[in-house]
Nanobody, 126 residues
Framework: QVQLVESGGGLVQAGGSLRLSCAAS????????MGWFRQAPGKEREFVAA????????RYSDSVKGRFTISRDNAKNTVYLQMNSLKPEDTAVYYC???????????????????WGQGTQVTVSS
C-alpha cells in the first residue's frame, strides 16, 4: 500500500504561483511513476504531469507545458508541482497519484494509476 497526502492548494490571482506537495509513505517508490491530475467542476479528471521516480524523466499535458514543473525529493519521499503563470482555467481539485508499473512511457490515463491522494483545491481568480 502507498499513502499519498497532497497539500499546498489555495486561492491565487491569475498570473500567480503555487506549489503543490504530495507526501508518499508505505513503500519505496523507486520503480513508480508519480502523476498529477486535476478535475474541474462538471469536467472529467485530466492528466497534468508525471515523473518517473527513479530517473526523474517528466511528461506534461500541452495545457501546462512551460508553466508547470513536476519534481521529486528522494529524501523526503515527496513529489512537487510548481505552478506558475496560473490562469482561471487551472482552477480544479488537484490529485496526486502513483503508478506501480515500471512503464517505458509514463501513462496519462488515470485508470492506470493504482494509488490516489485525497486532492487539494486550487482556485485562480481573474
Amino acid at each position: 500500500q502507498v499513502q499519498l497526502v497532497e497539500s499546498g492548494g489555495g486561492l491565487v490571482q491569475a498570473g500567480g504561483s503555487l506549489r503543490l506537495s504530495c507526501a508518499a509513505s508505505g513503500r519505496t517508490l523507486s520503480r513508480y511513476s508519480m502523476g498529477w491530475f486535476r478535475q474541474a467542476p462538471g469536467k472529467e479528471r485530466e492528466f497534468v504531469a508525471a515523473i518517473r521516480w527513479s530517473v526523474g524523466t517528466t511528461r506534461y499535458s500541452d495545457s501546462v507545458k512551460g508553466r508547470f514543473t513536476i519534481s521529486r525529493d528522494n529524501a523526503k519521499n515527496t513529489v512537487y508541482l510548481q505552478m506558475n503563470s496560473l490562469k482561471p482555467e487551472d482552477t480544479a481539485v488537484y490529485y496526486c497519484a502513483a503508478d506501480s508499473l515500471s512503464r517505458v512511457l509514463m501513462t496519462t490515463r488515470d485508470s492506470e494509476y493504482d494509488y490516489w491522494g485525497q486532492g487539494t483545491q486550487v482556485t485562480v481568480s481573474s
